[in-house]
C-alpha cells in the first residue's frame, strides 16, 4: 500500500555571501496514511519550517533543495509541473503559515482570499464562495461584524484564525501548521487547537504540526519527530518518545520542559505516564 507522504533523503542548502547553510540533513520519513498525525518539534532554526515547505516544493533562492524526493502518493512533488503543483497545494497538502500578516493581501478583505480558492478550485459561484468563507471564518473565532475587515485592522492573533480558516478552506488531505498558535494568548490557543483536533478528526485528515512547544502535542498528535540542526534525531510514537526517548537531545529537550512551572506542565506530565 503506498503512504500518503514519503520524505526522503531530502537536504536543502541556503547560501549566505560565501558560506552555506545546511538546513536539512539527510531526512527521510514517511505519513502512511490518512487520519496519521505527526508533531515536529525542535528550537529555532533546527529545520522544521523549511521541511515543511519542502513538502510544498516551496523552497526558493537563496534556498535550494540538493538532494532527495518528496512523494505524495507515489508522485514526486519536486517533479510536478506548475499546474500539478496549483492543484497540490491547495486541495492536496495546505500550509498554515506562521507570518499571518505576510500571508494575506493587505487590500483585499479577509475573506476574499477564501473566495477566490473555492472559486478556482471548487467552481463554486462567488456567493457561495462567500457564505463558505464566512462559516470558516465563524468558525476560528471571526465574529461576523469582523468579516468584511482588511488584514491590518485586525489583532495579531485574529489575522492568524483567518490564516488558519483560509488553509482548511478545500479540506486538505495532509494539513501543514507551522507554529499556528504562536501569536494568540493561552485560552484562544487552546480553542485553536481543540478546533483544530476536531476538524482533522471529523475530516480524517492527516496532520504535520511543526511546535518548539513539546506541551503542546499531547492533546493534538500521536507521533512526534525531533528535529535539531536539520536533522532527525528521533521519531516514533509520542508517549513512547515522551517516556523513553533515546537520543540524547530529546532527553534535554524533555528535561528543559519539565523544569518550567507551566499550567500546561500537568498535561505533558499526564501524556507521560498515560
Known amino acids: 500500500m503506498t503512504n500518503l507522504l514519503d520524505v526522503q533523503g531530502v537536504s536543502v542548502q541556503f547560501s549566505v555571501g560565501n558560506t552555506k547553510v545546511d538546513a536539512l540533513k539527510d531526512v527521510t520519513f514517511s505519513i502512511p496514511h490518512d487520519g ?15 521541511l515543511g515547505l519542502s513538502i510544498l516544493n516551496l523552497i526558493e533562492p537563496p534556498g535550494e533543495i540538493l538532494q532527495g524526493s518528496v512523494l505524495f502518493k507515489g508522485q514526486n512533488v519536486l517533479e510536478m509541473s506548475d499546474n500539478d503543483l496549483r492543484k497540490y497545494r491547495w486541495e492536496k497538502v495546505a500550509m498554515i503559515y506562521q507570518a499571518a500578516m505576510n500571508s494575506l493581501n493587505p487590500v483585499k478583505r479577509i475573506y476574499d482570499p ?22 470558516l471564518l465563524s468558525a476560528v473565532g471571526i465574529r461576523a461584524s469582523r468579516q468584511d475587515s482588511y488584514p491590518h485592522e485586525l489583532s495579531g492573533g485574529m489575522r492568524q484564525r483567518v490564516v488558519i480558516a483560509l488553509a482548511l478552506a478545500l479540506s486538505p488531505e495532509l494539513l501543514i501548521a507551522d507554529e499556528p498558535t504562536s501569536a494568540l494568548d493561552v485560552v484562544v490557543q487552546r480553542q ?18 511543526v511546535t518548539h512547544e513539546i506541551s503542546l502535542l499531547p492533546d493534538l ?28 537531545y530529546t532527553k534535554k529537550l524533555l528535561s528543559n520542559v519539565l523544569e518550567i512551572d507551566t499550567p500546561i506542565e500537568g498535561a505533558l506530565a499526564q501524556a507521560m505516564t498515560g
Open 36 to 50: 496519521y498525525t505527526l508533531g515536529i518539534v525542535g528550537e529555532s532554526g533546527s529545520g522544521k519550517t523549511t
Open 114 to 135: 477564501m473566495v477566490e480558492v473555492l472559486h478556482e478550485h471548487r467552481g463554486v459561484s462567488k456567493q457561495e464562495g462567500l457564505e463558505t468563507a464566512k462559516k
Open 192 to 209: 485553536i487547537i481543540s478546533y483544530l483536533k476536531r476538524e482533522v478528526m471529523d475530516k480524517h485528515q492527516s496532520l504535520i504540526y
Open 221 to 248: 498528535v500521536e507521533n512526534v519527530a525531533v528535529f535539531h540542526k536539520g536533522r532527525l534525531v528521533e521519531i516514533g510514537p509520542i508517549h513512547k518518545v515522551l517516556n523513553e526517548p533515546q537520543d540524547p
